[in-house]
C-alpha cells in the first residue's frame, strides 16, 4: 500500500511516498481503509522532531483519519467488515491507505458525515472537548471565549459550547474565519488582528469577562487573557508556540484558574467518555466537522505547510 513515510525528523520535505506491506490485524485489532487523513499542527511538531511524541524510526505520521473497516482481528466484537469508522490514534499511522489500529481506537461513523469531516474528528474535537468539559468544567449558561476559533480545535469548540447551552464568542484573523465561526453558532465574533478587540470582548459581557477561555496562542494571548476573565474564570491553555510574561496578580484577583492540557495525557476512561460524547454529537448533528480544504495524501508536504499559516479555515485532510 502507499504511505507517507519518514526517515528523519525534519521540514516538510522529510515527507515522502513510500510502498510498504499492508497492516494483518492481531488479536483485538483492526484495519481501517482510510479514506481520509486529518492534518494537525501537532502533525508537524512530531515530524520536526521538537515534540514529546518522537516516534521511533521511519515512521508514517497522522492521529486522525475516517474510512471503512477492512478487517478485523480475534476478539474484536464491537466492529465487523465495513462499517464506517472514525479513527482517534492508530498504531501504524493515518497517512496511508490503511491503517492499523486498536478497536478501541475506532469509532461509528454516521452516514451523513463524510469521511473527510470524520478525518476531522478525533484531535480537534477531543481537545475542544477535554479542554471546554473535562478540564475548565464549563457549564450551561456561562460564557466562554474561544481565543482562535476559525481553526480545527477552534470550530469544535464553538459548536460544542453552543449545544452546551453556553454563550459563545469566537474571534478569527480574517473575514472568512470570522463568518465561518459565525456560522459555526458563535454569538459574536472579534478579530483577533484588531486593535482593542478585547475591549469589545469586556462590553459584550457587560464589564464582567469570560467564565472560560480557550486559547489556541497562549505565548502572544496568555496576560491579556487574564485582563477579560470572569471571577472564578479558568483559562484552558490548549496551544503556545514560545515564552510569555505574565502579572500573576490578574490571576490573584480573579481567583482565576489557568489550566494546561494535551489529549496526550488523557486516560483511557477519560477518551471513552469524550469519544462516548462525540458520537452521540455527531449523530445528533450538533457536531458538524468543517473541511477547508482536501489534498490528495502525495502533497502531504503541502498540508504541512499550509497547516501553520495564518488565515484557518476549519481542516486540512489528505485523500489517498
Ligand atoms: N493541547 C492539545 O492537546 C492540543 C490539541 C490540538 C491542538 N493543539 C494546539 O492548539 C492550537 C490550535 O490547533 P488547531 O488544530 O485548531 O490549529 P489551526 O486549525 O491551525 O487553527 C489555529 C487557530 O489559531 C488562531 N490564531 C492565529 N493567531 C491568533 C492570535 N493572535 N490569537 C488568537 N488566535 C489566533 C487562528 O486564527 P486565524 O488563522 O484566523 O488568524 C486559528 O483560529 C495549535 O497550536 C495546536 O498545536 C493542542
Known amino acids: 500500500m502507499k504511505a507517507i513515510r519518514v526517515h528523519e525528523f525534519g521540514g516538510p520535505e522529510v515527507l515522502r511516498g513510500e510502498d510498504v506491506p499492508e ?3 492481531g488479536a483485538g485489532q483492526v484495519v481501517v481503509r482510510v479514506r481520509a487523513a486529518g492534518v494537525n499542527p ?6 520536526s522532531g521538537a515534540h514529546a511524541v518522537r516516534p521511533a524510526l521511519p515512521y508514517t505520521p497522522g ?4 474510512g471503512e473497516v477492512e478487517a478485523v482481528g480475534e476478539g474484536v466484537e464491537r466492529l465487523s467488515a465495513g462499517q464506517r469508522v472514525y479513527v482517534a490514534g492508530s498504531l501504524s499511522g493515518t497517512y496511508a491507505e490503511l491503517a492499523l489500529c486498536e478497536e478501541s481506537q475506532c469509532h461509528p461513523l454516521p ?3 463524510s469521511f473527510a469531516q470524520g478525518a476531522g474528528v478525533n484531535t480537534p474535537y477531543a481537545t475542544a472537548y477535554r479542554a471546554l468539559f473535562q478540564k475548565a468544567g464549563a457549564r ?5 471565549f474561544v481565543h482562535g476559533a476559525s481553526g480545527g480545535v477552534g470550530t469544535a469548540a464553538v459548536q460544542l459550547a453552543r449545544a452546551a447551552g453556553l454563550r459563545v464568542v469566537g474571534t478569527a484573523g480574517t ?3 470570522q463568518r465561518l465561526v459565525l456560522e459555526q453558532g458563535a454569538h459574536h465574533v472579534l478579530d483577533h488582528r484588531a486593535p482593542d478587540y478585547l475591549g469589545r470582548l469586556t462590553e459584550l459581557t457587560g464589564g464582567r469577562g469570560a467564565d472560560v477561555i480557550l486559547e489556541m496562542l497562549a505565548n502572544v494571548n496568555l496576560n491579556k487573557d487574564l485582563e ?3 471571577k472564578g474564570g479558568r483559562v484552558v491553555v490548549v496551544g503556545s508556540r514560545g515564552a510569555v510574561e505574565i502579572n500573576p496578580r490578574l490571576a490573584m484577583t480573579r481567583d482565576a484558574a489557568i489550566l494546561g492540557m494535551t489529549l496526550f495525557n488523557a486516560t483511557p476512561p477519560e477518551l471513552a467518555g469524550i469519544h462516548a460524547a462525540l458520537t452521540a454529537g455527531l449523530e445528533a448533528r450538533t457536531l458538524r466537522p468543517v473541511v477547508g480544504r482536501e489534498l490528495p495524501l502525495p502533497e502531504a508536504a503541502r ?3 499550509e497547516v501553520l499559516k495564518p488565515g484557518a479555515y476549519g481542516k486540512i485532510v489528505l485523500i489517498p
Open 303 to 305: 498540508a504541512h505547510e
Open 140 to 144: 450551561a449558561g456561562e460564557t466562554v
Open 23 to 25: 497492516p494483518r490485524p
Open 175 to 177: 473575514e472568512e474565519g
Open 228 to 230: 477579560v476573565l470572569a
Open 42 to 47: 501537532v502533525d508537524t511538531y512530531i515530524r
Open 111 to 113: 452516514e451523513h458525515v
Open 63 to 66: 492521529l486522525d483519519a475516517a
